[in-house]
């Protein structure tokens, strides 16, 4: 089975990454995308992590708790945006 990589970037990365462990090209990427893979695996949700912090102070999301609205976000942006 084999991988071609066209993408110039990523040839240049994959270079890199070889350069720096001192290994061949094909070892830098299948170790890459293993760390790629496992840090995805293991990384939680940002409601995970704040449910998390919220429970270490003897705390939790409220049971009738709702997500914020999209508008809010919009609202939020215009916010940062004005100059008022």
Not at 18 to 33: F, P
């Amino acid at each position: 089975m084999a991988l071609h990589i066209r993408n110039p970037e990523a040839d240049r990365l994959a270079r890199e990454l070889a350069r720096i462990d001192r290994t061949s090209i094909t070892d830098a990427v299948i170790v890459a995308l293993r760390e790629t893979i496992r840090n995805r695996i293991g990384q939680k949700a940002p409601w995970e992590t704040a449910q998390k912090i919220l429970a270490k102070h003897g705390q939790s999301f409220p049971q009738d708790r709702k997500p914020v609205p999209p508008e809010a976000y919009h609202e939020l942006d215009h916010d940062l945006t004005d100059d008022e």
